[in-house]
């Protein structure tokens, strides 16, 4: 089952400017991960908060989680043409087990130069 | 770094055929994982795996079998391929479950399946 949903579905934005993007869940949690994925590749991991943790920076990188409304935005700064990706969030509930974890459909993000 | 890598990047199979998906990972991670991606789907869990012959059912099980004989190498098994099988597969790894931690996801192998 589908645990996180992107907000929007697709983003199209010129270099420098910053990308938002949200993503709300249904569930409890104990994490919430953001990954990107270039156009037919795997994913890669960009950052992970806690359940206890409102904010979180890495880079260009800002990521917000709200529990009490069960959602949580990705922003992207000043970004750039190499930022053009789908980005995905994804959740680690208390009760999934090994891992686990639910992903959204993801949004796909254009930065155009 | 964590590598994750998958047997092929494109695969075109016949209706009927047996076909295998290998995965192998470097890191000595314990935990390893098969989802599909479809197109406004995202990323569905068919099968994960905690330990050396120990496996898991995801959301979509169907059709599917695993295999993980050895640490490093995940196997995903569809018995009797069928054209709504066609998909991108992706394979990832993870440390152990005992805290939070990240996935390390293979580059994909697109299946065809005429």
């Known amino acids: 089952s589908q645990q996180g949903e992107e907000d929007p579905q697709a983003l199209s934005i010129q270099e420098g400017e910053n990308a938002t993007m949200n993503c709300s869940y249904k569930t409890s949690i104990n994490n919430l991960q953001w990954y990107r994925q270039n156009s037919g590749r795997g994913l890669v991991h960009l950052i992970l908060i806690r359940s206890n943790e409102r904010e979180k920076h890495s880079g260009r990188l800002r990521v917000t989680l709200d529990t009490s409304k069960k959602s949580s935005s990705l922003l992207i700064t000043a970004s750039r043409a190499a930022d053009t990706a789908s980005y995905f969030c994804a959740t680690e509930g208390p009760t999934d087990s090994w891992g686990k974890l639910q992903f959204g459909a993801g949004t796909q993000v254009v930065v155009t130069p | 770094d964590v590598k994750v890598t998958q047997s092929s990047r494109y695969l075109v199979k016949r209706t009927g055929e047996k076909v295998f998906l290998e995965c192998v990972q470097d890191?000595?991670?314990?935990?390893m994982f098969w989802y599909r991606q479809d197109p406004g789907l995202g990323l569905r869990l068919i099968y994960f795996?905690?330990?050396?012959?120990?496996?898991e059912k995801g959301d979509i099980p169907e059709g599917y079998s695993v295999s993980r004989e050895k640490k490093e190498r995940f196997s995903l098994i569809l018995e009797s391929a069928s054209t709504n099988q066609t998909s991108m597969y992706l394979c990832?790894?993870?440390?152990?479950?005992?805290?939070?931690?990240?996935?390390?996801f293979g580059p994909g192998t697109r299946l065809t399946v005429l």
């Open positions: 990832a790894s993870s440390l152990w479950a005992g805290r939070p931690n990240e996935q390390f």
């Open positions: 890191m000595d991670h314990e935990n």
């Open positions: 795996s905690y330990d050396v012959k120990m496996k």
